[in-house]
């Protein structure tokens, strides 16, 4: 229903020295007008000028000149064909050409930025955890749904293949053998004949929504494999519930593991007080952890984005507070679909001495 | 000079059925007003407003209501303080809040993006190879230059370290060991005792422009470590030239070579008649390499992004079409800084059948 919005944004002309902003529009209006679109003016003196210009279409441009020597162009139009490219194209080199003409050597930069597409029915623009703008290349809504404790949607990305992100967070591509690996030790583990939990991981182990196995099973086979087809196999068990009551079950009964992968969620970013009861959650679980897993056990889990050092620090600080003395190594990896490094924890009871 | 410039877009509704234009307008002006903002509605009837609210202190907001049900926000200052960051933020919000009164689950989609930084000092996106928006967590410009071949750029990214930037396309970061892995085999060769010629790698390697190496030398030390401070070595030797005239001199020498590793350049992009030049190019790189290239030798270079099969497929149809009859392998990397899945290619003379 909603038509596909295009923006042109961040095409602007840094320049060396003020600049006069009427001389900067006289010079400028006619490529608008040529367009056939009609002008209306804002004169802040001081701040310089807004000029708008409205096309019969629906498309419009923002002219704003910035009297220190910064000019921007945006340029909003939702006909997104080739036609209407070309258009906008030719409409923005005459742009450069004439400003150049203008200004010669004094333009430090011009930068004109891919445009954005909105409104559409696949969405490309999925921020980083560090909250950086980042567009992917999304070709396909493969699954959309939200269970009653998260959106989960699963999107067709040309390079990563398909991607599950929930709640707006890019969980795993087919592309990221490298966060498998990493969570589970890299390579430099023996698992044969060993016990292991795996806590969370609902691209391809237990998890609390049913939905999320759901849409992985059909979707996300090149990295569960048929593993969610059957929720027992020779040599493992899916289990579809809240993993805090099974862990106390498990250290109740005394059963204990060589491994605990937590692959539940990732480290909270917010550091405000707000977030006490994520911190406790987190601790509780890992406690709850550390009691099922043997003396000479290993834990492995996901950070997060390797920017977020507050974030990792208080991690960190959390690890110093459990119930028993442990100690950690970290390791930055390159997760192809996160667009940023990833820190994974690898956490052991502390070797007391005799 | 410039002031920092701060756009906030892609905030948007879209919603599942056709609005009242004037209702919209009538539900959200009054937040803005509140702002202290000054309206200018443009009404095209059959494609809906755009009312544009303007504030003394230079920033301003476009309110786009499209009558099928999408309506767009856009929010420009330069006041990129905290204070101004929590009014816009707030207004967003308000805004928000009034939409879902007004549309309760009639909204099927609210995005609103990251702020788009514009005009500052630092330039944080650098668009990947297949033309998508990504932003960089660059924090330093440490090197800016323009030789007589190219603008030479090395910024400081806080994950990724220095990144070399030539003329806009990101060439090298300190994080992309796998880059250097991926060019000369991918661990799978033993250099042992062996002759090796490498074409380009201005980032630690023989280059024609002097300035890269220059560059480099100081500020991508984790890259090229103290290889480029003396430009001979015990088993190796850096030329600063073209580098065809030398490979015409080493086949007319009959000197032969292990392995060329070329890094000069990535695929072209352009599938365009006009770029026939560069193909050729591109061909005499590839014969001459060939010519100074042992039987049993192997050549190693980068394709480019994935995403770009058309160059890809143009590539190696040129390798169809060598003096020599060669075969070819290629594997998909992933670089840390590219934000995209890199190719490669080993290229090997086909064994003839005696």
Known sequence: MSPEWRILIDYFFSL???????????????????????ETVHNWEDHGYLVTYIKK?????????????????DLQSYNDDMKGREEVDQLLNKVEERM??????????????????????????????????????????????????????????????????LSGDVNLAESDLAYTQAIMGSGKEDYTGKEVLILGGGDGASNIDQMVIDGCKKHMRKTCGDVLDNLKGECYQVLIEDCIPVLKRYAKEGRMFD???????????????????????????????????????????QGNCVNLTD??????????????????????????????????????????DI
Chains 1, 2 share one sequence.
């Open 259 to 301: 491994y605990v992968i937590n692959d539940l969620t990732a480290v909270p970013i917010s550091t405000s007080p707000e977030e006490d009861s994520t911190w406790e959650f987190l601790r509780l679980i890992l406690d709850l952890s550390m009691k099922v897993l043997k003396q000479d056990g290993k834990y492995f889990t």
């Open 16 to 38: 060396n020295l003020a600049v006069d902003c009427n001389a900067v529009l006289k010079a400028l209006q006619p490529i608008f007008q040529e367009q056939g679109m009609t």
């Open 311 to 352: 974030a990792l620090t208080l991690y960190e600080e959390q690890l110093s507070r459990l119930y028993c003395p442990v100690e950690f190594s970290k390791e930055t990896v390159c997760v192809p679909s996160y667009m940023e490094l990833w820190v994974f924890y690898t956490i052991w009871k502390k070797k007391t």
């Open 57 to 73: 279409n629906g498309s419009f441009a923002n002219l704003r000149i910035h009297p220190h020597g910064l000019v921007l162009v």
């Open 100 to 165: 150049k003409e203008l200004f010669h050597s004094n333009i430090k930069r011009v930068k004109r930025l891919p445009a954005i597409l909105r409104g559409g029915v696949i969405d490309r623009y999925w921020p980083t955890a560090d909250g950086r703008l980042v567009e992917y290349d999304i070709d396909e809504v493969v699954y959309d749904e939200d269970s009653p404790f998260q959106n989960i949607k699963i999107l067709h990305s040309k390079q990563f293949g398909n991607i599950l992100i």
